[in-house]
């Protein structure tokens, strides 16, 4: 490499570099941030919701309050923590492992970060004013109608998911068409690691199932801003409409937060038991056939609204279905360790953990999946059990992984590991200790997004022990900021390739340079890096030559502020409907002012030159 | 050492946490109480219904468990033995796959989900859809913000709270909302109904049998509405209420007579509650003839209510005052107002609704 490259890369520093940045990995840090900042947010909710619940009758929080802390909670760490933090990963690691300078669209990769980063502060402003949209994640109609929710609290909600939604959306469409159309040469699609697989799918899903929520919000907030009576049974509107609508978004959506985890985990089993992911091919139909199917049953979480017989019978098949390929891909992973050299370093006790932990939400999933069974579970603590094993013993534990995993290539620096390994069996203890009882809260029949409980429901004892597994979790995150902390600054430096690891972004500088690749490598292999190194028989390789590197062939994009400017206009657009109370000028004024700023923007924009 | 620093002080907070609340604990009326068999169990259920539900549960709960430990022991038998040994650093052997292994673990859970297939359609169709049989109670339910009401269609009867049936009758629930979304459920007869405005969900079953001779106007079965439905969702309770026949006529015979207004206390809370009519009915009153959809309960028979507030608090003198000072005092966000009562005016109010209406309990 040369030096110019070099130093070319690190002479862009101060706040400006990053507001204007069009760098892919530099916004994937962005989001991994953010994405982080928000988690703190949503769990403090989480450990006041837990405070308040340890004891019966406890006066800790009032109604409303937990009402707007279990819809920030939910909101938050779906669509602000798990979902960014995922695109953080999508947008500092597709490029580097399908081997592409950057990705398709720069700069509209940067406007899905701001429109991401404005949505998400949109929707914490409600904590500042005491707004917390107060009905639920799923905002069910038609208690979020103007009548029932008259202040402006709901709109928070609505004009937040809008937001995230075009955040979302606008940057599927990017890594849709990156990884589509950005290979390596000789990287075809059963060649892409299994990490871009998922994220493939991940975005297809997102591109088919994001425009349904966004109509059902462009809906609730007409009628909540207009009357137009969408959802209002009084002015001839349909209440259960916004529940499938919700739903035909939002079990997708379930997919969308696990598939990136499962191609983490992929990619860390692979590499930590040193062998090739065992039937590759087969986890790439399953990812598929799980994104497939998840479009097939979102009325599984309407069997108690009165679909009839039929609906019930084919909702909850189509739902057993999807235990098929996700039961291969559980198989698949064990194999992939069977017969392997395997080493516990953080990152893999975080995938193990997943494969466990997955699947023990993935079962307590399929007792749901049978409709008489999950009359009596539905909106009970069983069923707040079994996602969070899902989500967070999956997909937020798999991303912890990717964090230990990928950390020393993008910082240069390896996590230390005993605080990691403490870390882990903090999660792993306070994780269980919150979760595994609230089975028996469920079968108990206490329900969930309650504030408080009569004492003589014999719901006592568990409550308080999910409580204190809940403060360990707590423990876990600090020592979890802990450790980033002290390794950004004295972790072991790492080198290139720490861990022998089989993928492309393996083979360059820790941290990568500006534009990653000195020369687009060509692939030939599945697991291209190992294949570099290894031999089939297990002895290594000398590695190639680096080939001739002539820096005036890099072409980098130029920085831009349009994308955080656009981004800002669509965030005025959004507050004109949070102003009514102050006029009509001022109200349809900033929503017509931010309209003028995306136009002017998109203006300037197009004649900038890239 | 700053990382030892933040693991004493992590260990530190955690002890005192949690010694601080278990003192709060120790220090409540009521004890452990872990077991199964509480009050709203969902598994101890006494109907045809909940033990049709219990069959599907028993068989899936087996499958899966089964299936979890064919995880998780291989799992643990793989990490011990393929742990890296020391020192050890040519890599294994690069295996790529097996197809008949990855066919035999597609085909064996599609097997074990037919076992679980079977049952579940079979309980779906035996309960789901029934036609209202000719000889059931028919009750429209109806939720309101927090509280449910339950109609007598035949019997002319209005009451809130408390779903009185006689024990071992077909049952045949209207299940609706007057307001936001709300879900009807009680877990020792069976699964749960969305309540949802402008959508009436029909529900089938047979009523458990009464336990015991009627001794203290019949078995009281919690339930609790399962739909976020606003500020005071959590307090949003009922109960069923199972009498034998006998005691179930006497309940219908005595819901609908007049309050008898006997003492002076009780005259005076009568006119108390000309204030009250605009929201409330009491039949055999002037205020049942006032027409109009009332947006409060029906507070006939109020007497005989064992817990009042949505199932809040229990039906004492004391309660009901404390109620009536301040009702959002109770229950947050409620739409009764303070009506700014003396204590004088609650005190002959309370004497009025709790002694001189019909008594069960």
Same mark, same amino acid.
């Not at chain 1, 947010?41 to 006041?48: E, K, N, S, T, V």
């Not at chain 1, 098949?317 to 516990?344: D, H």
């Not at chain 1, 022990?465 to 790492?494: D, E, Q, R």
């Not at chain 1, 290894?534 to 005036?552: C, I, M, S, W």
């Given at each position: ?10 002479? #862009?520093?101060? !706040? ?38 340890? *004891? ?11 009402? $707007? ?53 949109? &929707?914490?402003?409600?904590? &500042? ?36 939604? !075009? ?17 390596a040469p000789g990287m075809t699609l059963l060649k892409m690691p ?52 919700f739903w035909v978004f939002g079990h997708p959506e379930v997919y ?27 986890? +790439? ?23 009839? =017989?039929?609906?019930?019978? &084919? ?33 893999? !006790? ?40 899902? *989500? ?16 020393? #290539? ?50 006592? &004892? ?27 600054? #004295? ?10 690891a089989r993928t492309l972004e393996w083979s360059l500088p820790s ?29 290594? #390789?000398? !590695?190639? =030559? ?18 955080? +400017? *656009?981004?800002?206009?669509?965030? *005025?657009?959004?507050? $004109? ?14 929503? +017509?002012?931010?309209?003028?700023? +995306? ?12 | ?44 259920? @006494? ?38 040994? /020391? ?79 006689? /024990? ?34 029909? @529900? ?5 049998? %009464?336990?015991?001779? /009627? ?58 509650? %000309? ?23 029906? @507070? ?62």
């Amino acid at each position: 490499m040369s030096a110019s490259a070099h130093s070319q890369s690190y002479s #862009k520093t101060g !706040l400006w570099s990053w507001i204007t940045t069009v760098d892919h990995k530099r916004i994937g840090i962005l989001y991994a941030c953010s994405a982080l900042a928000f988690m703190v947010i949503a769990g403090i909710d989480a450990l006041l919701m837990r405070s308040q619940l340890a *004891l019966p009758d406890n006066g800790l929080i009032s109604a409303e309050t937990y009402n $707007g802390l279990v819809t920030m909670h939910g909101t938050s760490m779906i669509f602000l923590f798990i979902m960014p933090l995922s695109a953080g990963f999508f947008n500092f690691f597709t490029p580097l492992m399908i081997g592409a300078p950057d990705v398709a669209f720069p700069r509209l990769n940067a406007l899905s970060f701001w429109i991401f980063l404005f949505g998400g502060l949109l &929707l914490n402003f409600s904590y &500042l004013i005491g707004q917390m949209p107060a009905v639920g994640w799923f905002a069910y109609a038609n208690l979020t109608l103007r009548q029932y929710s008259p202040t402006v609290s709901v709109d928070f909600w609505v004009w937040g998911i809008q937001i995230l939604g !075009l955040a979302s959306l606008i940057a599927a469409i990017n890594f849709f068409t990156t990884i589509l159309n950005m290979r390596a040469p000789g990287m075809t699609l059963l060649k892409m690691p299994i990490f871009i697989w998922a994220t493939l799918v991940t975005q297809v899903l997102l591109i088919l199932a994001l425009p349904v929520i966004t109509v059902a919000c462009v809906m609730l907030s007409f009628d909540r801003a207009f009357g137009t009576g969408f959802f209002d049974p009084g002015a001839g509107g349909y209440v259960l409409m916004w529940e499938h609508l919700f739903w035909v978004f939002g079990h997708p959506e379930v997919y969308i937060l696990i598939l990136p985890g499962m191609g983490i985990v992929s990619e860390i089993l692979a590499t930590f038991s040193r062998k090739p992911l065992f039937g590759y091919s087969v986890m +790439v139909y399953s990812t598929c056939a799980i994104g497939f199917l998840g479009f097939a049953v979102w009325a599984h979480h309407m069997f108690t609204v009165g679909m009839g =017989p039929w609906a019930n019978a &084919l909702f909850s098949a189509a739902t057993m279905l999807i235990a098929i390929p996700t039961g291969v891909k559980i198989f698949n992973w064990m194999s992939t360790l069977w017969g392997g050299k395997i080493r516990f370093t953080t990152a893999a !006790l975080y995938a193990i953990s997943f494969i466990a932990m997955f699947t023990f939400g993935g079962l307590s999933g399929i007792m749901h999946s049978s409709p008489p069974i999950d009359t009596q579970h539905h909106d009970t603590y069983f069923v707040v059990a079994h996602f969070h094993y899902v *989500l967070y013993g999956g997909a937020v534990m798999a991303l912890f992984g990717g964090i230990y995993y990928w950390f020393p #290539k993008v910082t240069g620096r390896l996590m230390n590991e005993t605080l990691g390994k403490i870390q882990f069996w903090l999660y792993m203890v306070g994780f269980n200790l919150t979760f595994f009882p609230m089975h028996f809260l469920g079968v108990q029949g206490m329900p969930r997004r309650i504030y408080t409980y009569a004492p003589d429901r014999g719901w006592n &004892l568990w409550n308080l022990i999910c409580t204190m597994g809940a403060y360990l979790t707590a423990i876990g995150a600090f020592l979890f900021a802990v450790n980033v902390f002290w390794s950004l600054f #004295k972790g072991k430096i790492a080198g290139n390739d720490p861990w022998d690891a089989r993928t492309l972004e393996w083979s360059l500088p820790s941290p990568p340079l500006e534009h990653n690749f000195d020369v687009i490598p060509t692939v030939t292999h599945l697991d291209e890096w190992w294949h570099r190194k290894y031999n089939e028989d297990g002895t290594r #390789k000398v !590695l190639a =030559p680096a080939p001739h590197f002539d820096p005036q062939t890099i072409h980098l994009p130029n920085p831009s502020y349009w994308p955080i +400017v *656009l981004a800002f206009g669509i965030l *005025l657009i959004g507050t $004109g409907f949070f102003l009514p109370s102050f006029g009509h000028v001022i109200s349809i004024g900033t929503s +017509v002012t931010g309209a003028l700023v +995306v136009l002017g923007s998109a203006f300037g924009w197009s004649y900038e030159k890239a | 050492m700053r990382r030892k620093t933040g693991i004493t002080l992590g260990a530190v907070a955690w002890l005192a946490s949690a010694a601080a609340w278990a003192k709060k604990f120790d220090e409540m009326p009521y004890k452990i109480d872990g077991g199964f068999d509480v009050p709203m169990s969902t598994i101890a259920g @006494l109907t045809e219904w909940t033990r049709d539900i219990n069959y599907v549960y028993l068989i899936t709960t087996v499958i899966v468990a089964v299936i979890f430990l064919a995880v998780a022991l291989p799992l643990i038998y793989t990490l011990y033995k393929f742990r890296a040994k /020391e020192g050890d650093d040519t890599p294994p052997k690069q295996l790529h796959g097996n197809v008949i292994l990855e066919f035999l673990w597609t085909v064996i859970p599609a097997v074990l989900l037919i076992f679980i297939a079977v049952p579940t359609w079979k309980i779906i169709f035996k309960h789901d859809g029934l036609p209202a049989r000719a000889d059931a109670i028919k009750v429209h339910v109806v939720g309101h913000q927090w509280w449910w009401e339950f109609q007598y269609p035949d019997l002319g009867i209005t009451t809130a709270y408390e779903l009185h049936l006689p /024990e071992n009758t077909p049952v045949d629930l209207s299940i609706t909302s007057a307001d936001v979304y709300h879900a009807f459920w009680i877990p020792k007869f069976g699964g749960k109904t969305s309540a949802i405005q402008g959508n009436i969900n029909r @529900l089938s079953l047979t009523s458990p049998l %009464a336990r015991l001779p /009627e001794v203290a106007g019949g078995d009281y079965y919690q339930g609790q509405c399962v739909e976020l439905c606003g500020t005071s969702h959590a307090l949003m309770r009922h109960v069923g209420v199972v009498h034998t026949k006998e005691g179930f006529e006497r309940w219908v015979k005595a819901h609908n007579q007049p309050p008898k207004v006997e003492t002076a206390s009780q005259r005076e809370g009568e006119q108390v509650f %000309a204030r009250c009519i605009a929201c409330h009915a009491i039949e055999g009153t002037p205020s049942a003839s006032i027409p109009g959809d009332k947006i409060g309960p029906n @507070l006939s028979s109020f007497g005989s209510r064992s817990h009042l507030a949505g199932g809040t608090r229990k039906n004492t003198e004391e309660n009901l005052a404390i109620w009536l000072r301040n009702p959002q005092g109770l229950k947050p966000g409620v739409l009764m107002p303070n009506l700014a009562l003396t204590e004088p005016e609650i005190a002959a109010l309370t004497a009025y609704l709790r002694q001189s209406t019909y008594k069960t309990y």
